[in-house]
Structure formats: C-alpha cells, structure tokens
Nanobody, 112 residues
Framework: QVQLVEYGGGLVQPGGSLTLTCVAS????????MRWYRQPPGKERDLVAT????????HYHDSVKGRFTISRDNSKNTVYLQMNNLKPEDTAVYYC?????WGKGTLVTVSS
C-alpha cells in the first residue's frame, strides 16, 4: 500500500523559511520521480517542483525558482522541499505526489 506523509508546514513570516518533508512507503521509491504541488485557498492545485529518480534533474515553477529547492534521500524514502524567502502568495496546502498517489497535504501560511 502506497503512502505519502507530509509534514513541516506551519505559520511563517514573510521572508522566512520552512522545510517540508514527505516520507514514502509501499513502493520502490528510488525508481520514481517525485513532485510537490500546492493549492492556495480557493484556487487550483499547481505543480511546484519535480525531482527525478537519481536526483540529478529538478524542475521548478517559475514563481519559486531561486527560492525553493527540492531534494531527496533515497536511503530514507524521503523527499524534501526547502522554501526560502517565503511570500504571502506561497500560502497554500502543499502536497507530495508520486507514482499516482497523493499525500494528505500540509498547510503553509505566510503572514505577518
């Protein structure tokens, strides 16, 4: 049974940082690309970042380039999203995604 569990969200001031973590189980994590999505209040879910299986290739939405970093540790079946210089418009529920499955999400609120 595939499971993706996110944690690390919370309330942070503009300009602050957070690191989201997604722990995966139930599949061969090292063979799949993983993604982070986000869904702002009242809006659609959008792709934020992708990391390929070997961690050598990453892609980012233009709005987070230079501020967010996706990484993974295949020995821990874990993918991370380091978020720096957070802005109010980054407020959203962040979801981990991989091999056709979703986590339940973790809420990030950027507000003073």
């Amino acid at each position: 049974q595939v499971q993706l569990v996110e944690y690390g969200g919370g309330l942070v001031q503009p300009g602050g940082s957070l690191t989201l973590t997604c722990v995966a189980s139930g599949f061969d994590f090292s063979k799949y690309f993983m993604r982070w999505y986000r869904q702002p209040p009242g809006k659609e879910r959008d792709l934020v970042a992708t990391i390929f299986a070997d961690a050598g290739v990453t892609h980012y939405h233009d709005s987070v380039k230079g501020r967010f970093t996706i990484s993974r540790d295949n020995s821990k079946n874990t993918v991370y999203l380091q978020m720096n210089n957070l802005k109010p418009e980054d407020t959203a529920v962040y979801y981990c995604n991989g091999p056709g499955h979703w986590g339940k999400g973790t809420l990030v609120t950027v507000s003073s």
